[in-house]
């Protein structure tokens, strides 16, 4: 069954560091999100990527992030000077069509912490 | 608003106990529901979803959930439950947009 990708599966980087967390989504796949879930928290829709621009973003999405399609293949978060409070597990997903209609194909994570 | 509750933070069943996860929405327009699974250091899994039609929906590892508009809910249900369902278990609302609501979780521990 296809998958959803991400790398690395934990990373600890220090306050005000950059980090980029990847995820390669099913092939055939147009439509990608990252979500995130805080430690004991929901999990949190952050971005939607489609076409090679963001169709939908929250409220934490803010200039610190940015996602990137580099290669028709990866799928990419970047958080630009980490803070403290960005320490959470990042969940990439996929899906074929626009829309919570076939569910989304999750991957298995990067749990970030931030020191 | 658009919501998701997941009154239940922790259940605990013995095996081969019935379980049911609640699960209560708000969402403005035709919801489409689902419930995920998570276990220790994986992704979430695709249990079940529903969209139209039958409100009992069928899932995979034996779970089925009921939609009932009346009580915006969409309980998670299964008759007998193995050890391998130890896991957390999140209910999420979503429609024709870009993202899913997720609820706060359920941990299921299930004792032998």
């Known amino acids: 069954e296809p998958e959803v990708t991400q790398t690395p599966s934990h990373q600890v980087t220090q306050m005000g560091q950059e980090v980029i967390l990847r995820c390669v989504p099913i092939s055939n796949h147009l439509y990608f999100y990252w979500y995130r879930q805080i430690l004991g928290q929901k999990v949190e829709f952050l971005v939607s990527?489609?076409?090679?621009?963001?169709?939908?973003k929250s409220e934490i999405f803010d200039d610190q992030f940015s996602v990137e399609r580099p290669d028709g293949s990866n799928f990419t978060l970047k958080i630009r000077s980490t803070k403290l409070e960005d320490s959470a597990m990042y969940f990439c997903?996929?899906?074929?069509?626009?829309?919570?209609?076939?569910?989304?194909?999750f991957g298995s994570g990067t749990r970030l912490t931030v020191v | 608003a658009q919501s998701v509750t997941q009154p239940d933070i922790h259940i605990t069943v013995s095996e081969g106990a019935s379980l049911e996860l609640r699960c209560n929405y708000s969402?403005?327009?035709?919801?489409?529901l689902f419930w995920y699974v998570q276990s220790p250091g994986q992704g979430l899994q695709l249990l079940l979803k529903y969209f139209s039609g039958d409100t009992l929906v069928q899932g995979i590892k034996g779970f089925e959930a009921e939609f009932k508009r009346s009580q915006s809910s969409f309980n998670l249900r299964k008759p007998s439950v193995h050890w391998s369902d130890a896991a957390e278990y999140f209910c999420a609302v979503g429609g024709n947009t870009d993202k899913l609501i997720f609820g706060t979780g359920t941990r299921l521990q299930v004792f032998p």
């Open positions: 990527f489609y076409n090679n621009e963001i169709s939908e």
């Open positions: 969402y403005g327009a035709t919801p489409y």
């Open positions: 997903a996929s899906t074929l069509t626009q829309g919570a209609n076939y569910g989304y194909t």
